[in-house]
């Protein structure tokens, strides 16, 4: 049988390079989807000092061409997909009230946070259903779970990101209805919460390492059971939608 692959979107750094680390250390042949080609080369390079099987595809979620380009050439070295996993995300400005986000802030996040990975599974579902036992893993936010974010006693819900927040709880949207659409065809879809994680996207105040966050997108992808679908974790439970 042939080695399982995995697409990463967001790879070249924080929770979807070390996501990507840690599916090659449990022998996945590692796709980097990255936007940018230096960076996506140095993480790539990074990576395979450590012995890890990674390639990079440069994908762009906002850039159509650059995902069917990407389709090209996992078609070509491998045929199938086994593994997506729709990482890359962006916050938009914050903090922003919901009466002063503009439009165009909130389309831009919208564009990459829900219409980006749509797009890309899109793209990708032909070489998923060649896949064995394929799975998708949508890197969703606990800024997303509406049960969260309306109790006034949780602190997501002191958050002020319109655009961010409903864009994840769009997402999870999406994940069911992907979830229930690819359901004839084996292919388990899910949402998961990295929590709060110390990276780029909020300038390091998150109080999890990108290990902690990547296990539990490590145990959709790889470890728990493929029945598993339509559904939204946290650190391996239900998490609320
Ligand atoms: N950190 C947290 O506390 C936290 C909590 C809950 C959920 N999340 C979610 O976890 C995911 C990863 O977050 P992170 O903390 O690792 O963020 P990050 O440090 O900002 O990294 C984001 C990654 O996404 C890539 N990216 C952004 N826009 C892209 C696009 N249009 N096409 C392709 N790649 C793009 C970035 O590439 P460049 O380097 O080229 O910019 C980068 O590799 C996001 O979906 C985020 O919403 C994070």
């Known amino acids: 049988m042939s080695k399982r692959t995995v697409l990463i979107t967001g790879a070249n750094k924080s929770i979807g390079f070390e996501t990507a680390r840690e599916m ?8 980097l989807g990255c936007r940018d080609a230096v960076r996506g080369k140095d993480a790539v390079s990074l990576l395979l000092s450590e012995g890890i099987d990674a390639r990079l595809a440069i994908i762009d979620v906002t850039d159509q061409e650059s995902i069917d380009a990407a389709v090209g050439q996992l078609k070509s070295e491998d045929g199938k997909l086994d593994v997506l996993v729709n990482n890359a995300g962006i916050p938009g400005i914050y903090p922003s009230a919901p009466e ?8 831009t996040v919208y564009n990459t946070n829900v219409f980006g990975v749509i797009r890309v599974m899109q793209a990708f579902l032909p070489l998923l259903k060649m896949g064995d036992a394929p799975r998708i893993i949508m890197v969703s936010s606990g800024l997303g779970s509406l049960e969260w974010v309306s109790d006034r006693t949780h ?3 002191q958050v002020a990101a319109l655009g961010y927040t409903s864009s994840k709880t769009a997402l999870n ?3 069911v209805a992907f979830a229930n659409g690819l359901s004839e065809y084996g292919i388990s879809v899910n949402a998961v919460d990295p ?6 996207f909020n300038g390091h105040t998150g109080y999890r390492t990108v290990s902690e966050a990547a296990r539990g997108i490590v145990w959709l992808a790889a470890e728990a059971a493929q029945t598993l679908t339509a559904g939204f974790y946290f650190d391996e439970k239900r998490a609320p939608w």
Do not use: E, H, L, R
Request: proline share 4%.
């Open 24 to 31: 090659g250390q449990s022998g996945f042949k590692v796709w």
């Open 100 to 107: 002063a986000q503009s439009i165009s802030d909130i389309m």
């Open 155 to 157: 602190p997501y819900s």
């Open 173 to 175: 949207g999406v994940t």
């Open 195 to 200: 929590g709060y994680t110390a990276t780029d």
